[in-house]
Protein backbone atom coordinates (compact mmCIF):
# COMPACT_ATOMS: atom_id res chain seq x y z
CA UNK A 1 0.00 0.00 0.00
CA UNK A 2 1.48 3.20 -0.88
CA UNK A 3 0.46 6.90 -1.44
CA UNK A 4 0.56 7.76 -5.59
CA UNK A 5 -0.39 11.01 -7.14
CA UNK A 6 -4.62 11.65 -6.98
CA UNK A 7 -6.89 13.94 -8.07
CA UNK A 8 -9.04 16.51 -7.05
CA UNK A 9 -12.08 15.59 -8.36
CA UNK A 10 -14.83 13.90 -7.69
CA UNK A 11 -15.02 15.00 -3.64
CA UNK A 12 -15.12 12.15 -1.40
CA UNK A 13 -13.97 8.18 -2.44
CA UNK A 14 -13.23 7.24 -6.32
CA UNK A 15 -12.46 4.01 -6.93
CA UNK A 16 -10.28 3.78 -10.08
CA UNK A 17 -8.78 0.02 -10.25
CA UNK A 18 -5.90 -0.82 -7.72
CA UNK A 19 -6.03 3.12 -7.01
CA UNK A 20 -8.37 4.79 -4.69
CA UNK A 21 -8.92 8.95 -4.73
CA UNK A 22 -9.47 10.99 -1.47
CA UNK A 23 -10.60 14.34 -1.95
CA UNK A 24 -11.68 16.78 0.82
CA UNK A 25 -11.95 20.64 0.91
CA UNK A 26 -9.91 21.95 3.60
CA UNK A 27 -9.16 25.69 4.66
CA UNK A 28 -5.88 27.36 3.90
CA UNK A 29 -3.46 27.04 6.54
CA UNK A 30 -4.80 23.95 8.21
CA UNK A 31 -2.89 20.43 8.37
CA UNK A 32 -4.72 17.25 6.84
CA UNK A 33 -4.28 13.71 7.31
CA UNK A 34 -6.12 10.63 5.74
CA UNK A 35 -6.70 7.99 8.29
CA UNK A 36 -7.43 4.10 7.46
CA UNK A 37 -8.55 2.01 9.60
CA UNK A 38 -8.89 -1.86 9.49
CA UNK A 39 -12.57 -2.67 9.35
CA UNK A 40 -14.28 -2.24 12.27
CA UNK A 41 -11.15 -0.77 14.09
CA UNK A 42 -11.17 2.39 16.06
CA UNK A 43 -7.33 2.33 15.60
CA UNK A 44 -5.67 3.82 12.74
CA UNK A 45 -3.56 1.42 10.97
CA UNK A 46 -2.34 4.02 8.36
CA UNK A 47 -2.14 7.34 7.91
CA UNK A 48 -1.44 9.46 5.23
CA UNK A 49 -0.03 13.35 4.79
CA UNK A 50 -2.01 15.36 2.57
CA UNK A 51 0.07 18.71 2.70
CA UNK A 52 -1.41 22.10 1.20
CA UNK A 53 1.07 22.69 -1.17
CA UNK A 54 0.32 19.31 -2.79
CA UNK A 55 -3.16 20.61 -2.95
CA UNK A 56 -5.44 23.01 -6.17
CA UNK A 57 -7.07 26.01 -3.67
CA UNK A 58 -8.79 24.60 -0.61
CA UNK A 59 -8.79 21.39 -2.08
CA UNK A 60 -6.43 18.11 -0.44
CA UNK A 61 -6.26 14.92 -2.61
CA UNK A 62 -4.31 11.84 -3.14
CA UNK A 63 -4.38 8.31 -4.66
CA UNK A 64 -3.50 5.03 -2.41
CA UNK A 65 -2.23 1.99 -4.03
CA UNK A 66 -3.19 -1.26 -2.96
CA UNK A 67 -5.85 -0.37 -0.47
CA UNK A 68 -8.16 -3.16 -0.31
CA UNK A 69 -12.12 -1.02 -0.30
CA UNK A 70 -13.96 -3.77 1.56
CA UNK A 71 -11.13 -4.19 4.42
CA UNK A 72 -10.51 -0.36 5.47
CA UNK A 73 -12.57 2.40 6.34
CA UNK A 74 -11.32 5.94 6.52
CA UNK A 75 -11.41 9.70 8.16
CA UNK A 76 -9.81 12.42 7.53
CA UNK A 77 -8.00 14.17 10.83
CA UNK A 78 -7.58 17.86 10.06
CA UNK A 79 -5.77 20.42 12.50
CA UNK A 80 -5.79 17.81 14.97
CA UNK A 81 -9.46 16.89 15.06
CA UNK A 82 -11.39 13.90 13.49
CA UNK A 83 -13.16 14.65 10.79
CA UNK A 84 -15.45 12.28 8.48
CA UNK A 85 -15.80 12.87 5.06
CA UNK A 86 -18.99 14.99 4.27
CA UNK A 87 -19.25 12.94 0.64
CA UNK A 88 -19.01 9.72 2.46
CA UNK A 89 -21.42 6.90 0.96
CA UNK A 90 -22.09 4.92 3.97
CA UNK A 91 -20.66 5.09 7.80
CA UNK A 92 -19.52 2.31 10.34
CA UNK A 93 -19.95 2.53 13.90
CA UNK A 94 -23.58 3.62 13.41
CA UNK A 95 -25.83 0.28 13.19
CA UNK A 96 -27.85 1.28 16.43
CA UNK A 97 -30.27 3.78 16.39
CA UNK A 98 -30.20 6.04 20.13
CA UNK A 99 -26.63 4.94 20.67
CA UNK A 100 -24.04 7.96 20.61
CA UNK A 101 -20.58 7.66 19.35
CA UNK A 102 -17.95 9.48 19.78
CA UNK A 103 -16.20 10.96 16.46
CA UNK A 104 -12.94 11.60 18.57
CA UNK A 105 -12.41 8.34 19.65
CA UNK A 106 -12.70 7.03 16.03
CA UNK A 107 -15.99 5.09 16.81
CA UNK A 108 -17.45 6.06 13.78
CA UNK A 109 -16.19 6.23 10.35
CA UNK A 110 -16.34 6.21 6.40
CA UNK A 111 -17.13 2.86 5.09
CA UNK A 112 -15.34 2.50 1.04
CA UNK A 113 -18.40 2.34 -0.94
CA UNK A 114 -18.23 1.19 -4.90
CA UNK A 115 -20.71 2.48 -6.43
CA UNK A 116 -21.21 0.39 -9.39
CA UNK A 117 -21.66 -3.21 -8.09
CA UNK A 118 -25.35 -3.37 -7.61
CA UNK A 119 -27.35 -4.74 -10.55
CA UNK A 120 -30.38 -2.17 -10.67
CA UNK A 121 -32.13 -5.64 -13.29
CA UNK A 122 -33.15 -2.30 -15.80
CA UNK A 123 -35.16 -0.36 -13.51
CA UNK A 124 -36.51 2.67 -14.06
CA UNK A 125 -38.20 6.01 -13.16
CA UNK A 126 -41.55 5.10 -13.05
CA UNK A 127 -42.55 9.01 -14.05
CA UNK A 128 -46.30 8.80 -12.43
CA UNK A 129 -47.99 11.80 -13.53
CA UNK A 130 -49.09 13.93 -10.31
CA UNK A 131 -52.59 14.18 -10.63
CA UNK A 132 -52.57 10.29 -10.54
CA UNK A 133 -50.33 10.41 -7.64
CA UNK A 134 -51.61 8.65 -4.42
CA UNK A 135 -48.33 9.08 -2.11
CA UNK A 136 -48.03 7.70 1.83
CA UNK A 137 -45.37 9.43 3.93
CA UNK A 138 -43.71 7.37 6.23
CA UNK A 139 -40.39 7.23 8.51
CA UNK A 140 -38.68 3.99 7.81
CA UNK A 141 -38.17 3.25 11.37
CA UNK A 142 -41.07 4.06 12.68
CA UNK A 143 -43.46 2.50 10.14
CA UNK A 144 -42.39 -1.40 10.70
CA UNK A 145 -40.78 -0.94 14.52
CA UNK A 146 -43.75 -1.68 16.59
CA UNK A 147 -44.26 -5.56 16.69
CA UNK A 148 -47.96 -5.11 15.11
CA UNK A 149 -46.19 -4.84 11.63
CA UNK A 150 -45.48 -8.33 11.76
CA UNK A 151 -42.68 -7.83 9.63
CA UNK A 152 -39.43 -9.63 9.96
CA UNK A 153 -36.49 -7.09 9.78
CA UNK A 154 -38.37 -4.01 11.94
CA UNK A 155 -37.59 -0.75 11.63
CA UNK A 156 -35.55 -1.28 8.45
CA UNK A 157 -35.25 -0.41 4.58
CA UNK A 158 -36.34 -4.49 4.53
CA UNK A 159 -39.19 -3.59 6.88
CA UNK A 160 -40.64 -0.97 4.48
CA UNK A 161 -40.08 -3.96 1.11
CA UNK A 162 -42.19 -6.17 3.56
CA UNK A 163 -45.52 -3.97 4.06
CA UNK A 164 -45.46 -3.38 -0.25
CA UNK A 165 -48.43 -5.45 -0.22
CA UNK A 166 -49.86 -4.31 2.18
CA UNK A 167 -49.62 -0.30 1.28
CA UNK A 168 -50.76 -1.75 -2.52
CA UNK A 169 -54.27 -2.70 -0.95
CA UNK A 170 -54.54 0.91 1.01
CA UNK A 171 -53.87 2.12 -3.13
CA UNK A 172 -50.63 4.02 -2.44
CA UNK A 173 -48.04 4.15 -5.74
CA UNK A 174 -45.78 6.31 -3.80
CA UNK A 175 -44.03 6.66 -0.60
CA UNK A 176 -42.37 9.79 1.07
CA UNK A 177 -40.00 8.94 3.22
CA UNK A 178 -38.49 11.43 5.77
CA UNK A 179 -34.92 11.40 5.78
CA UNK A 180 -32.79 8.14 4.85
CA UNK A 181 -29.66 9.88 5.18
CA UNK A 182 -27.24 9.36 7.70
CA UNK A 183 -28.30 11.89 10.68
CA UNK A 184 -27.34 12.29 14.10
CA UNK A 185 -30.38 11.27 16.41
CA UNK A 186 -28.67 11.42 19.68
CA UNK A 187 -29.06 15.53 20.89
CA UNK A 188 -28.35 17.19 24.18
CA UNK A 189 -31.64 17.12 25.64
CA UNK A 190 -34.10 14.66 22.94
CA UNK A 191 -33.54 12.21 20.14
CA UNK A 192 -34.06 13.70 16.65
CA UNK A 193 -36.16 11.12 16.16
CA UNK A 194 -37.63 12.26 12.60
CA UNK A 195 -33.92 13.28 11.07
CA UNK A 196 -34.10 16.54 9.89
CA UNK A 197 -31.10 18.94 10.21
CA UNK A 198 -27.35 17.94 9.27
CA UNK A 199 -26.49 15.03 8.03
CA UNK A 200 -24.04 13.19 5.41
CA UNK A 201 -26.51 13.62 2.45
CA UNK A 202 -24.97 10.94 0.47
CA UNK A 203 -24.96 7.91 2.99
CA UNK A 204 -28.57 6.11 3.44
CA UNK A 205 -29.04 5.62 7.33
CA UNK A 206 -27.09 2.73 8.73
CA UNK A 207 -29.07 1.72 11.51
CA UNK A 208 -32.04 1.12 8.99
CA UNK A 209 -30.06 -1.73 7.49
CA UNK A 210 -31.00 -4.94 8.39
CA UNK A 211 -28.15 -6.65 7.24
CA UNK A 212 -24.45 -5.44 6.38
CA UNK A 213 -24.75 -2.98 3.93
CA UNK A 214 -27.17 0.36 4.25
CA UNK A 215 -26.48 1.45 0.34
CA UNK A 216 -27.43 -2.30 -0.90
CA UNK A 217 -31.02 -2.24 1.12
CA UNK A 218 -31.60 1.45 -0.03
CA UNK A 219 -31.29 0.47 -3.45
CA UNK A 220 -33.39 -2.96 -2.71
CA UNK A 221 -36.19 -1.13 -1.50
CA UNK A 222 -36.39 1.66 -4.26
CA UNK A 223 -36.14 -1.68 -6.80
CA UNK A 224 -38.65 -3.10 -4.86
CA UNK A 225 -41.05 -0.37 -5.32
CA UNK A 226 -40.69 0.23 -8.96
CA UNK A 227 -41.41 -3.14 -9.52
CA UNK A 228 -44.07 -4.19 -6.88
CA UNK A 229 -47.01 -3.75 -9.14
CA UNK A 230 -47.92 -7.41 -10.05
CA UNK A 231 -50.98 -8.11 -9.66
CA UNK A 232 -54.55 -7.28 -11.57
CA UNK A 233 -56.58 -7.13 -9.08
CA UNK A 234 -54.67 -3.83 -7.28
CA UNK A 235 -54.00 -1.90 -10.53
CA UNK A 236 -58.18 -2.29 -11.93
CA UNK A 237 -60.42 1.33 -11.63
CA UNK A 238 -58.82 4.58 -12.32
CA UNK A 239 -55.38 3.29 -11.52
CA UNK A 240 -54.92 0.47 -13.99
CA UNK A 241 -52.13 2.80 -16.22
CA UNK A 242 -50.03 2.85 -13.50
CA UNK A 243 -49.04 -1.14 -13.17
CA UNK A 244 -45.46 -0.21 -13.43
CA UNK A 245 -45.09 -0.38 -9.31
CA UNK A 246 -44.97 1.75 -7.04
CA UNK A 247 -42.50 5.21 -6.88
CA UNK A 248 -40.48 5.76 -4.03
CA UNK A 249 -39.72 9.83 -3.37
CA UNK A 250 -37.38 9.85 -0.85
CA UNK A 251 -38.88 13.10 0.25
CA UNK A 252 -36.26 15.67 2.07
CA UNK A 253 -33.44 13.41 1.30
CA UNK A 254 -32.67 14.36 -2.07
CA UNK A 255 -29.30 14.22 -2.05
CA UNK A 256 -29.21 10.24 -1.52
CA UNK A 257 -30.38 9.89 -4.98
CA UNK A 258 -27.25 9.89 -5.76
CA UNK A 259 -26.76 6.44 -3.62
CA UNK A 260 -29.37 5.66 -6.16
CA UNK A 261 -27.89 6.77 -9.37
CA UNK A 262 -31.11 7.24 -11.65
CA UNK A 263 -33.40 5.46 -10.23
CA UNK A 264 -35.25 8.25 -7.83
Known amino acids: MRKTKGSPQPFGVDIKGKNINFAVQVAKGKTCEL ?27 LSVEGLKADRYEYNFLIDGKVCVDPYVKELAGKEKFGVE ?5 HQIRGKIVSMEDYDWQEDQRLHLPWEDVVAYGLHVRGFTKHSSSKVVHKGTFQGVVEKLDYLKELGVNQIQCMPVYEFEECGKTKVNYWGYGKGFYFAPKKAYASGKSAVLELKDMVRACHSSCTGDAICSGNISKLCNGMSAFLYAGVSCGRICSESL
Not at 42 to 57: I, L
Not at 101 to 105: F, T
Open 35 to 61: LLYKRGKEVPEYQFDMPEEEGVGEVRF
Open 101 to 105: RKLQE
